[in-house]
């Protein structure tokens, strides 16, 4: 059955560095999500993404987040300058439509550590 | 209360117990998912149930949604000790652009 993959499964970074964390969406979805969850808290909804643009995004999408899908198979959330508090678990997510169509299927996450 | 709200928080039964759990929204949705999450990991879609679909089964799962009410039900039948994780319900707001807003989730336990 196909799955969204997702690299690395743990990562550790400085305060201040930059991330990219790495997604492969099911191969004939055609939206893109980026969701985090701080440890023992609600599932949080990052940014959509959909024809090479972004759809949507959050509050906590602000400047130092941003995405791409450098080619026909990978989607990634880059994070420019680490903070403390971005540390969480960032899950990416695909579906095929929109709407009744939105049938999200998750990876299995990336968890960050920002020391 | 907010949007993707679950209750109980928690639940705990025995092996072959039936489990209910709860979520309520605020908002019209065109759509709503139940998602299971074990200690650490990802997220797996369990099921999801349109706005204009009342009832709907897979396997041991049953889930019914009342848009009236707002609120919708997830059955675990014939429950096993693998069925221990959080369970969420999902969201997805009629013109959010398929954004789902979660709730805070429900930890089951099933004692073997």
């Known amino acids: 059955e196909p799955e969204v993959t997702q690299t690395p499964s743990h990562q550790v970074t400085q305060m201040g560095q930059e991330v990219i964390l790495r997604c492969v969406p099911i191969?004939?979805?055609?939206?893109f999500y980026w969701y985090r969850q701080i440890l023992g808290q609600k599932v949080e909804f990052l940014v959509s993404f959909y024809n090479n643009e972004i759809s949507e995004k959050s509050e906590i999408f602000d400047d130092q987040f941003s995405v791409e899908r450098p080619d026909g198979s990978n989607f990634t959330l880059k994070i420019r300058s680490t903070k403390l508090e971005d540390s969480a678990m960032y899950f990416c997510?695909?579906?095929?439509?929109?709407?009744?169509?939105?049938?999200?299927?998750f990876g299995p996450g990336t968890r960050l550590t920002v020391l | 209360s907010q949007q993707g709200e679950e209750d109980p928080q928690a639940l705990s039964i025995q092996e072959g117990e039936n489990a209910t759990m709860n979520c309520s929204y605020k908002t019209s949705i065109n759509n709503l998912q139940w998602y299971r999450q074990n200690s650490g990991r990802g997220l797996v879609h369990l099921i999801l149930?349109?706005?204009?679909?009342r009832e709907k089964h897979s396997g041991r799962l049953r889930v019914t949604l009342d848009t009236s009410k707002k609120s919708s039900s997830l059955l675990i039948t014939a429950s096993r000790a693998a069925d221990t994780a959080s369970y969420f319900c999902a969201t997805d707001p009629t013109g959010a652009n398929s954004k789902l807003t979660f709730g805070k989730g429900i930890t089951l336990s099933v004692r073997p």
């Open positions: 997510a695909s579906s095929v439509g929109t709407d009744s169509y939105n049938e999200q299927f």
């Open positions: 191969s004939n979805h055609l939206y």
């Open positions: 149930i349109r706005s204009n679909e």
